[in-house]
Structure formats: structure tokens, C-alpha cells
């Protein structure tokens, strides 16, 4: 059955969630050429000489992320995602994740979503990544992990809040909600935006001490 692309709304191939056109616009290599960026993590520097800030709070967190937030096509996407309930778009942001797994031979990783806060929940009354990984998990056979848990420990939003605070608030609050079995190979975290990177070194950290031992995470967006 011909599907509509959900990126310009134009017929797509069967099983496509986008069309030829818009693949081609799916460049994972998009951010600014003109800008030095770090080779880990591709926050924007003076020069390589220069030591990465942010790999330095991180800690040595591997976090990959695919497209700078400033997208505005794909941003608008998300924010028509997240905050405004159109539920559709889980596919093409599974689609985007699946290609990259793929290309960067990760097709036989655990996915982990980043699970979102109780307040959120509430407020949105769902789960967003977790929508995203049932996609990939459904659709694309990729094996997926419920492990974390979200402990709450701010009530104030994460991008209201600066880089200190955003480390002490993330510091503990997730946790594992199971044992981790033996099984569990890769792990390859999953979340929509990358901006301090705090969430996701808590998220790595929580993982690492319950027993996983390969940790990365994978953002679509970073926010430079």
C-alpha cells in the first residue's frame, strides 16, 4: 500500500515512511562544515587545539547525535511530536535512528530509551521515546530494554536549568529498574535532544554500575 511521506506529505514508496526526496534531505553529516567541532561529541570549538568543555563533564560518555537542532524542518517535526501529541511522527524518528543503527553496524545493540519524568507523563499523558522504541522494536526488530527509571530528583525542567544546576540535579536521577541480564550486549541509549549531555551520563552511569558494559547514547538532535 503507497503510503504519505511525513516529512512533505508527497506519496512515498510501500514501507516508506518518507519519500525519495526527503531521504536525500536526511543528511547525517548536516551540521555547519565552516564550524570546528569536536570529533566526539561535535560541540562547536575555537580550534581542536583546544580541550572539548563538554567532553570533559562528560567523562568520557560516548554520545553520538545526528542532526543540529537548529533543522528547523525536523525540529518543527518534533516540537508537532513531543508537545502537540501527533503520535505519526514516532515512525519517521524510528526510520531516522534505524538508518543510522544500520549504517554503523549497530543492528545487534539493546535499545534503551531515555524515559521521561512523571511530571511529563502526566502532563503529556505519554512517553515519547518509549513510542520511538516500540517502533523500532516492532517495525524494525531491534531488540528493546525498559531498564531505566526516571527518580524525579528536579522538578524544574532540564533546559531551564543552567549547567551546574543540571548536573546536580541529573547526578541521581536515574536508576535501573531490573536486573541487567548477561544477554544484554551493546546498549545504545536512546533521546530526542542532546544539550548538556547530563541526562545522558546519568542514564550511562546508572547502566555501567548495574553490570552493562558497552554504553553509548544516540540523539537526533544536539543543541549547540
Known amino acids: 500500500m503507497i503510503g504519505k511521506c511525513l516529512i512533505c506529505g508527497s506519496y512515498s514508496l510501500p514501507g516508506r515512511v518518507v519519500c525519495s526526496s526527503c531521504f536525500k534531505m536526511l543528511n547525517f553529516n548536516c551540521f555547519d562544515s565552516y564550524m570546528v567541532r569536536c570529533k566526539t561529541c561535535l560541540y562547536p570549538l575555537l580550534d581542536h ?12 560518555v560516548r ?3 545526528l542532526f543540529d537542532y ?3 524542518k525536523l525540529r518543527h517535526l ?19 535512528i534505524s538508518i543510522f543503527l544500520e549504517k554503523n553496524n549497530l543492528v ?6 531515555v524515559p521521561c519524568s512523571s511530571s511529563a507523563l502526566k502532563r503529556r499523558g505519554w512517553d515519547h521515546m518509549r513510542e520511538v522504541a516500540k517502533v ?37 536521577r536515574f536508576a535501573v529498574a531490573e536486573d541487567v541480564s548477561s544477554t544484554v550486549g551493546r546498549v545504545v541509549i536512546i533521546d530526542d535532544i542532546c544539550t548538556t549531555g547530563m541526562t545522558l551520563k546519568s542514564c550511562s552511569s546508572a547502566l555501567k554500575d548495574a553490570g552493562c558494559k558497552s554504553v553509548m547514547a544516540l540523539t537526533v538532535f544536539a543543541e549547540m
Open 49 to 60: 587545539v583546544y580541550s572539548c568543555p563538554r567532553c570533559k563533564v562528560l567523562q568520557g
Open 63 to 65: 554520545i553520538l547525535s
Open 70 to 72: 537548529r533543522n528547523i
Open 78 to 96: 518534533l516540537e508537532c511530536y513531543k508537545f502537540r501529541g501527533m503520535k505519526k511522527y514516532s515512525l519517521l524518528f524510528a526510520f531516522i
Open 108 to 113: 545487534d545493540c539493546t535499545i534503551v530509551p
Open 136 to 172: 523500532l522494536e516492532k517495525r524494525y526488530g531491534y531488540s528493546v530494554s525498559y531498564l531505566l527509571t526516571n527518580r524525579d530528583v528536579s522538578t524544574e525542567e532540564q533546559k531551564k536549568l543552567g549547567l551546574k544546576s543540571r548536573i546536580k540535579a541529573s547526578k541521581h
